[in-house]
Nanobody, 122 residues
């Protein structure tokens, strides 16, 4: 089985920065794509940023130029560097990964973390 654990959330003032981490562990053969989603109170979940195994990235328009997604394949970990944070960035941030396990090496399965809360407020 595979587990994803997010960390790095917390309270930050507008204009500040945070770095989120997502560590994957378990029965992992390889990880294809990794992504960060977020869900604000009363809002639907949205894709924030995604990165492929080769390092190709894409971002939501609302965070482009402010957030950067990266990954360390040796550690099975993804990161989200968040700069110039705004109150509207307040949300629970979830990590998603498409994983090939040793059990099913030819079938990528999506796994989710339980989320980490980011609050942007003065």
């Amino acid at each position: 089985q595979v587990q994803l654990v997010e960390s790095g959330g917390g309270l930050v003032q507008p204009g500040g920065s945070l770095r989120l981490s997502c560590a994957a562990s378990g029965n992992i053969f390889s990880i294809n794509d990794m992504a960060w989603y977020r869900q604000a109170p009363g809002k639907e979940r949205e894709l924030v940023a995604a990165i492929t195994s080769g390092g190709s990235t894409n971002y939501a328009d609302s965070v482009k130029g402010r957030f950067t997604i990266s990954r360390d394949n040796a550690k099975n970990t993804a990161y989200l560097q968040m700069n110039s944070l705004k109150p509207e960035d307040t949300a629970v941030y979830y990590c998603n990964a498409r994983v090939l396990t040793y059990t099913w090496k030819s079938n990528a399965i999506a796994y989710w973390g339980k989320g980490t809360l980011v609050t942007v407020s003065s």
